[in-house]
């Protein structure tokens, strides 16, 4: 059991790293870089991320929902994460001034001296929550409208050209994540990319299948990663956890 949960754990933290591709491009689709340009301007941003990945390994298959809750600007970040992993629920707080990191987790608190790579890094800059897409893969992009009157565009990105993007990511993860990865593969994404009345970006949706082996293990992972920004343009007040200051120092 503590060899499938630390193989989850790996699969997890790698879906989170790729957490967005934003569309950049000019023509036809200038809406979509201005509204990005739109949320990278915010002082400060509230957003919530849906996540369900599905496991398959050893014949059998196992769901993980999670939710991360994010509010950060460039001074401080906080986050709230809950997930369940083979029927265990799990909660995490996170909080950074960006010279430390700190965690809250079953009453237990640490802060680690703060990365400028780190999963953790949330700042305002768009940059580390939105990865550029090359400008031909909106070729074939579709627009629609849904209920709440978003322009909705969606892409589908081949596989190959989002295995590149992917490994930039996954690159800067560190040799900790390499050594347990091996034969990373993805599948073509559905990326779908919603603009409210008001410019910004409303809500951004990816689905892709992953196929990798972890620990020696073959494993292949559907992933469904939904991220809303809530209500952009309005301000954001972002509160740490209750003595964070007096967390037990950790180096890692």
Known sequence: MKKIISMILVVLMLCTSFILASCNTTDPEKEIEDSIEKINDLEAYDATMVMS????????????????????????????????IIGEKMEMEIYSDYEYIYVLSDGQGVKTPF????????????DNVLKPLPEDVLENVEIDEDDDGNKVFTVEIDSETFM???????????????????????????????????????????????????????VEADVVMEITFNDPGEAVEIEPMDGYQNFRTVNS
């Open 53 to 84: 990945i599905t496991m398959k390994m050893n014949g059998q298959s196992y769901t993980m929902p999670a939710t991360i809750d994010i509010k950060a600007s460039d001074d401080e970040m906080y986050a709230f994460y809950e997930m369940n």
């Open 115 to 126: 990365k400028e790579n780190s999963e953790y890094n949330y700042n305002a800059s768009i």
């Open 164 to 218: 590149e993007l992917y490994n930039e990511s996954v690159e800067s993860m560190g040799d900790d994540y390499a050594a347990s990865v091996e034969d990373l593969n993805l599948s073509d994404a559905i990326v779908t990319i919603a603009i409210n009345d008001d410019g910004y970006v409303a809500y951004y949706n990816m689905e892709y299948t992953m196929t990798l082996s972890v620990y020696g293990e073959d």
